[in-house]
C-alpha cells in the first residue's frame, strides 16, 4: 500500500505539465460557474412551487369574492337554500355536510388505521410487517374514480340489502369508501410515530412488569400522540378534498343530511356537478368558487395546525 | 422459587393482553383481506372480458362495442406533459430544501408553502386550470391544459419525496466529494443524486399512478370528449382520459354494454397503476436485494 503511494506521487509530477495546469484552471471557472447556476436553479424550482400556490389563491380568491358584491355573506354560510337559477346561493348545507362526512370518516378510519399501525410496529413479527407496508401503498395507488366506481357497484346494493333503504346512498356510503381511501395515509404517518418512540420508554414499562398491552396503551400511544394526531389531521384533508369518489355514492341532492342514508351533497361534488354548466360571469359561478376557496382555507388552516404542533413538540 | 406470584390483577391483564393481541391480529387480517378483495373484484370483473381491439377501438355513444383507444393514448399523453413539466421543477424544489435551504424563517415560510400546495384539494387545481386556460387563455378544454393543471398538482408530492430521498443520503459520501475539491452543484449531481436514485425513483413512481388515474382536474380542464382519431398529438384537442371516460360512461353514457366497458375501464385504470408501481420499482428492488446479500 505505501509502495504503491510513492510510486503514485513520484509518478504524478511528470503528468503534470504547465498546459495541463491552464485547462484545470479554466475547467475550475466552469465548475464555479456551473455550481452558482444551478444554485439558483434550484431556488428558482421552489420559488416556482410558491408561485403556483400564488396562483391558486389569487385566481380562486379573486373570482370567489366577487360573489359577496350581489350575495351577502351572511346568506352564503348560513342559508341552507341553493337554488342557483332563482338566485339563492346558500351553501350552509355544503359546510355541514362536508364536515359531518369528514367527522364520519374519522370515526370509522382512525380505530382501524392506528390499529394497523400498532399491529405493524408493535406487534406482527418483521416479515408480516414488511408484507403489510407494500400492500397498504396498493391502496394508496388505487385512483379515486375506481373506489367511486366500486361504491357505486359493489357497496351501495350490499348497503341497500342490508338497510333495506331504496337507494342506499348518502352520507355513510361516502364514508365508508373515504375511510378506505384515507387508512393507508394515517395508518402509515402513524406507524412512522409509533416507530419513532424510544426503545428505552418500552424497556423501562416491561422492566416493571407491564404486559405489552399495557405498553401500548399507556406508553407507546400516548408518547406518540402528536405524530398520530399529525397523521389524522392529514387523513382530514384528503377526505375534506375528495372529490370523484364522494360524487359518485353521495347523491348529489342539495340538501342538509338529516339521516344516514339521505342522499345529500358535500362541497366538492357540488362544485364539479355544476361548474361545466355555468357562465363564467355569473353569482353561480362566483359562489362555486367561493366554495372552492372555503375549502382551501379549510385546507390551509389544518396544515398550520400540524406546523404548531410540531414547533410545540421541538420546544419542549 | 419463583419470586413472581400471579396476583387476580395481573392475571387479568395478561388474558386482556393475549384478547387484545388476537384481536390486533384479527383486524390485520380483515384489512388485508378486504384490500386483496379489492383488488381481485375490479380486475376479475374487467379483465377475463377484455380483448386487444378494446384497447385501441373507438368509443361508440350508440351502439355497443365501443373501446378505449383515444382515452387510453390521451391518459398518457397527458402523464408525459405532466411529468415533463413537473419533474424537473419538483426534483430542483426538493433538491433545495434537502441541500441548500438555511435554517432560518424564509426557509420555514417556504416550507409552508410546500406542505400548504400539496394539501390543496385536486378540484381547485381543476378550478386553477379552467380560469388559466378557459377563460384568461380562452383555448377551452384542451390536451395542454390538463398536463398543465396536473402538473401543478404533482409539484408538491415531487417535491416532498425528493427532500426525503436528498436527506436520507448520508453525509460522510458528501463530505467526501468536498475534500476531493468538487464544487456543491458537482457533489449533488456526481454523488448524491447517484445514491438518492432509486428513492427518487419510487417516488416519481407514486406521483406517476396518482396523476394517471386523476379525474378531478381532467374533467375541468380537459373536458368529457376527445378529438376522435387515435394518434392525435395535438396539445390543443380535447383530452378525455381514461378516468374521466370511467366517469362518463358511468354517470352520462347511453349504449347497453355500459357497465362492461366501465368494468373493463376500471380494471385497465388499476392494472396500469400496478403496473406503473411496479415496473419501475421491480429492478431497484431486485438490485437491493442483490446488495444486501
Given at each position: 500500500m505505501g509502495a504503491e503511494v510513492e510510486s503514485l506521487a513520484s509518478r504524478a509530477p511528470k503528468k503534470h505539465t504547465e498546459g495541463k495546469i491552464k485547462i484545470n484552471a479554466k475547467r475550475h471557472s466552469r465548475h464555479l460557474l456551473s455550481n452558482s447556476l444551478s444554485r439558483y436553479y434550484f431556488l428558482f424550482s421552489i420559488l416556482a412551487l410558491c408561485f403556483v400556490l400564488g396562483l391558486v389563491i389569487v385566481f380562486i380568491g379573486k373570482t370567489a369574492l366577487l360573489l359577496f358584491a350581489d350575495v351577502s355573506p351572511a346568506d352564503f354560510f348560513l342559508?341552507?337554500?341553493?337554488?342557483p337559477e332563482e338566485d339563492f346561493f346558500g351553501a350552509g348545507a355544503f359546510i355541514i355536510n362536508t364536515l359531518s362526512l369528514t367527522a364520519l370518516t374519522l370515526v370509522i378510519a382512525v380505530p382501524i388505521s392506528v390499529g394497523m399501525a400498532v399491529l405493524c410496529a408493535e406487534i406482527a413479527p418483521k416479515w408480516l410487517t414488511s408484507f403489510i407496508r407494500p400492500v397498504l401503498d396498493l391502496l394508496v395507488g388505487i385512483p379515486s374514480i375506481v373506489y367511486g366506481y366500486l361504491g357505486l357497484t359493489v357497496l351501495l346494493p350490499f348497503l341497500r340489502r342490508v338497510s333495506?333503504?331504496?337507494?342506499?346512498?348518502g352520507l355513510l356510503a361516502a364514508a365508508l369508501v373515504l375511510a378506505l381511501m384515507v387508512l393507508p395515509t394515517i395508518c402509515r404517518i402513524s406507524d412512522d410515530a409509533i416507530v419513532a418512540v424510544p426503545r428505552k420508554y418500552r424497556d423501562a414499562a416491561y422492566a416493571l412488569g407491564s404486559t405489552r398491552l399495557q405498553v401500548i396503551m399507556r406508553v407507546v400511544l400516548p408518547a406518540a400522540k402528536r405524530g398520530i394526531i399529525s397523521a389524522v389531521i392529514l387523513g382530514m384533508t384528503r377526505a375534506i378534498g375528495e372529490t370523484m369518489a364522494v360524487v359518485m355514492v353521495i347523491?348529489?341532492?342539495?340538501?342538509?343530511?338529516?339521516?344516514?342514508?339521505s342522499p345529500s351533497s358535500v362541497l366538492t361534488s357540488n362544485i364539479v356537478m355544476q361548474i361545466s354548466n355555468v357562465e363564467f360571469d355569473s353569482n353561480w359561478n362566483y359562489a362555486l368558487h367561493m366554495m372552492a376557496f372555503l375549502l382551501l382555507l379549510i385546507s390551509f388552516a389544518l396544515i398550520l395546525i400540524i406546523r404548531f404542533m410540531g414547533r410545540k413538540r421541538r420546544d419542549a | 422459587m419463583n419470586g413472581f406470584t400471579r396476583t387476580r390483577h395481573s392475571a387479568r391483564a395478561q388474558r386482556r393482553n393475549r384478547l387484545a393481541t388476537f384481536g390486533f391480529y384479527a383486524l390485520g387480517t380483515l384489512v388485508l383481506l378486504l384490500i386483496f378483495w379489492l383488488l381481485f373484484t375490479i380486475l376479475s370483473k374487467g379483465l377475463p372480458s377484455l380483448r386487444p381491439e378494446f384497447l385501441i377501438k373507438q368509443p361508440e355513444?350508440?351502439?355497443?362495442?365501443?373501446?378505449i383507444g383515444p382515452v387510453l393514448f390521451n391518459s398518457f399523453y397527458i402523464l408525459l406533459i405532466s411529468l415533463v413539466i413537473s419533474i424537473p421543477i419538483g426534483i430542483g424544489a426538493g433538491i433545495y430544501m434537502a441541500e441548500y435551504a438555511p435554517d432560518n424563517k424564509f426557509t420555514a415560510a417556504l416550507r409552508i408553502c410546500v406542505e400548504s400546495l400539496s394539501s390543496v384539494p385536486s378540484i381547485v387545481f381543476g378550478l386553477l386550470g379552467l380560469a388559466i386556460f378557459?377563460?384568461?387563455?380562452?383555448?377551452?378544454?384542451?390536451i395542454l391544459g390538463g398536463g398543465v393543471s396536473l402538473a401543478l398538482l404533482n409539484l408538491p408530492m415531487l417535491a416532498r419525496v425528493t427532500e426525503e430521498a436528498v436527506r436520507a443520503v448520508p453525509g460522510d459520501i458528501r463530505e467526501a466529494g468536498y475534500a476531493l475539491g468538487m464544487t456543491k452543484s458537482y457533489v449533488i449531481r456526481k454523488v448524491v443524486l447517484p445514491v438518492a436514485l432509486p428513492a427518487i425513483v419510487t417516488g416519481v413512481c407514486l406521483v406517476a399512478g396518482r396523476a394517471f388515474g386523476e379525474s378531478a382536474v381532467i374533467i375541468l380542464t380537459a373536458g368529457l370528449s376527445t378529438s376522435g382519431e387515435m394518434w392525435d398529438f395535438n396539445l390543443f384537442s380535447p383530452g378525455e382520459t381514461l378516468a374521466v371516460h370511467l366517469w362518463y360512461v358511468q354517470s352520462e353514457?347511453?349504449?347497453?354494454?355500459a357497465r362492461q366497458i366501465a368494468d373493463k375501464s376500471a380494471a385497465v385504470l388499476v392494472f396500469v397503476v400496478l403496473m406503473i408501481n411496479f415496473m419501475f420499482r421491480f429492478p431497484l428492488w431486485l438490485g437491493n436485494r442483490r446488495k444486501g446479500r
Amino acid at each position: 500500500m505505501g509502495a504503491e503511494v510513492e510510486s503514485l506521487a513520484s509518478r504524478a509530477p511528470k503528468k503534470h505539465t504547465e498546459g495541463k495546469i491552464k485547462i484545470n484552471a479554466k475547467r475550475h471557472s466552469r465548475h464555479l460557474l456551473s455550481n452558482s447556476l444551478s444554485r439558483y436553479y434550484f431556488l428558482f424550482s421552489i420559488l416556482a412551487l410558491c408561485f403556483v400556490l400564488g396562483l391558486v389563491i389569487v385566481f380562486i380568491g379573486k373570482t370567489a369574492l366577487l360573489l359577496f358584491a350581489d350575495v351577502s355573506p351572511a346568506d352564503f354560510f348560513l342559508s341552507f337554500n341553493w337554488t342557483p337559477e332563482e338566485d339563492f346561493f346558500g351553501a350552509g348545507a355544503f359546510i355541514i355536510n362536508t364536515l359531518s362526512l369528514t367527522a364520519l370518516t374519522l370515526v370509522i378510519a382512525v380505530p382501524i388505521s392506528v390499529g394497523m399501525a400498532v399491529l405493524c410496529a408493535e406487534i406482527a413479527p418483521k416479515w408480516l410487517t414488511s408484507f403489510i407496508r407494500p400492500v397498504l401503498d396498493l391502496l394508496v395507488g388505487i385512483p379515486s374514480i375506481v373506489y367511486g366506481y366500486l361504491g357505486l357497484t359493489v357497496l351501495l346494493p350490499f348497503l341497500r340489502r342490508v338497510s333495506g333503504e331504496g337507494l342506499g346512498d348518502g352520507l355513510l356510503a361516502a364514508a365508508l369508501v373515504l375511510a378506505l381511501m384515507v387508512l393507508p395515509t394515517i395508518c402509515r404517518i402513524s406507524d412512522d410515530a409509533i416507530v419513532a418512540v424510544p426503545r428505552k420508554y418500552r424497556d423501562a414499562a416491561y422492566a416493571l412488569g407491564s404486559t405489552r398491552l399495557q405498553v401500548i396503551m399507556r406508553v407507546v400511544l400516548p408518547a406518540a400522540k402528536r405524530g398520530i394526531i399529525s397523521a389524522v389531521i392529514l387523513g382530514m384533508t384528503r377526505a375534506i378534498g375528495e372529490t370523484m369518489a364522494v360524487v359518485m355514492v353521495i347523491g348529489n341532492t342539495p340538501q342538509l343530511a338529516k339521516s344516514l342514508f339521505s342522499p345529500s351533497s358535500v362541497l366538492t361534488s357540488n362544485i364539479v356537478m355544476q361548474i361545466s354548466n355555468v357562465e363564467f360571469d355569473s353569482n353561480w359561478n362566483y359562489a362555486l368558487h367561493m366554495m372552492a376557496f372555503l375549502l382551501l382555507l379549510i385546507s390551509f388552516a389544518l396544515i398550520l395546525i400540524i406546523r404548531f404542533m410540531g414547533r410545540k413538540r421541538r420546544d419542549a | 422459587m419463583n419470586g413472581f406470584t400471579r396476583t387476580r390483577h395481573s392475571a387479568r391483564a395478561q388474558r386482556r393482553n393475549r384478547l387484545a393481541t388476537f384481536g390486533f391480529y384479527a383486524l390485520g387480517t380483515l384489512v388485508l383481506l378486504l384490500i386483496f378483495w379489492l383488488l381481485f373484484t375490479i380486475l376479475s370483473k374487467g379483465l377475463p372480458s377484455l380483448r386487444p381491439e378494446f384497447l385501441i377501438k373507438q368509443p361508440e355513444e350508440i351502439d355497443p362495442g365501443g373501446g378505449i383507444g383515444p382515452v387510453l393514448f390521451n391518459s398518457f399523453y397527458i402523464l408525459l406533459i405532466s411529468l415533463v413539466i413537473s419533474i424537473p421543477i419538483g426534483i430542483g424544489a426538493g433538491i433545495y430544501m434537502a441541500e441548500y435551504a438555511p435554517d432560518n424563517k424564509f426557509t420555514a415560510a417556504l416550507r409552508i408553502c410546500v406542505e400548504s400546495l400539496s394539501s390543496v384539494p385536486s378540484i381547485v387545481f381543476g378550478l386553477l386550470g379552467l380560469a388559466i386556460f378557459a377563460e384568461y387563455f380562452g383555448i377551452g378544454l384542451t390536451i395542454l391544459g390538463g398536463g398543465v393543471s396536473l402538473a401543478l398538482l404533482n409539484l408538491p408530492m415531487l417535491a416532498r419525496v425528493t427532500e426525503e430521498a436528498v436527506r436520507a443520503v448520508p453525509g460522510d459520501i458528501r463530505e467526501a466529494g468536498y475534500a476531493l475539491g468538487m464544487t456543491k452543484s458537482y457533489v449533488i449531481r456526481k454523488v448524491v443524486l447517484p445514491v438518492a436514485l432509486p428513492a427518487i425513483v419510487t417516488g416519481v413512481c407514486l406521483v406517476a399512478g396518482r396523476a394517471f388515474g386523476e379525474s378531478a382536474v381532467i374533467i375541468l380542464t380537459a373536458g368529457l370528449s376527445t378529438s376522435g382519431e387515435m394518434w392525435d398529438f395535438n396539445l390543443f384537442s380535447p383530452g378525455e382520459t381514461l378516468a374521466v371516460h370511467l366517469w362518463y360512461v358511468q354517470s352520462e353514457a347511453i349504449v347497453e354494454d355500459a357497465r362492461q366497458i366501465a368494468d373493463k375501464s376500471a380494471a385497465v385504470l388499476v392494472f396500469v397503476v400496478l403496473m406503473i408501481n411496479f415496473m419501475f420499482r421491480f429492478p431497484l428492488w431486485l438490485g437491493n436485494r442483490r446488495k444486501g446479500r
